[in-house]
């Protein structure tokens, strides 16, 4: 969804100017007016503390993936095999893996994604799809 100031779409006018060429344009006020306040939206991110990471899915990809925002960083010391555990709403699975081909086809798995954040897949299908999980669902990884 598009930022909104007082209810109004601001990117949309912005984007069509721009995509007609930045030519005629002499500074940022030709985009449109000057807002005094902006707004701040609460942005709280995965939180790590003892065995455990709290986090959220943030977004699907086009495979039906379901990527959170627990980054490999954070991931970082923790145990890649049985002993941990990735729960999203009432599914788990067991084991960060390195890639799909590691499980056999429709085997929930997580494992780090392209954007180094954690992701879970269902091997040849789509994890959207079967789950019927969406982007702000909780996720917790347990070790």
Same mark, same amino acid.
């Given at each position: 969804?598009?930022?909104t100031?007082?209810?109004?779409d601001?990117?949309?006018?912005a984007a069509?100017h721009l995509?007609?060429g930045?030519?005629s344009?002499k500074g940022? %006020? ?6 005094a306040?902006?707004?701040?939206? /609460?942005? !709280?991110?995965?939180?790590?503390? @003892?065995?455990?990471?709290d986090?959220?899915?943030t977004a699907?990809d086009?495979f ?6 627990i980054?490999r ?5 923790v145990?890649?095999d049985e002993?941990v555990?990735v729960f999203c %709403?009432?599914?788990?699975t067991r ?6 081909? /590691?499980? !056999?086809?429709?085997?929930?798995? @997580?494992?780090?994604?392209s ?5 879970l897949?269902i091997?040849?299908?789509s994890?959207?799809?079967m789950?019927?999980v969406k982007?702000?669902?909780p996720?917790q990884?347990?070790?």
């Open positions: 969804m598009a930022p100031f007082h209810g109004r601001i990117m949309a006018p069509a995509s007609l930045v030519g344009l940022p %006020d030709d985009l449109g007016p000057v807002h306040q902006f707004v701040s939206l /609460d942005w !709280p991110g995965a939180v790590k503390v @003892a065995n455990r990471i986090g959220q899915v699907i086009s039906g993936n379901l990527v959170t925002d980054t960083e954070m991931l970082a010391g145990p890649t002993t555990g %709403d009432e599914h788990e084991c960060i893996f390195h890639a799909y081909a /590691d499980q !056999p086809p429709m085997t929930l798995i @997580a494992l780090i994604g954007n180094d954040c954690l992701e897949a091997v040849d299908d994890a959207k799809i789950l019927g982007v702000g669902t996720v990884v347990r070790w």
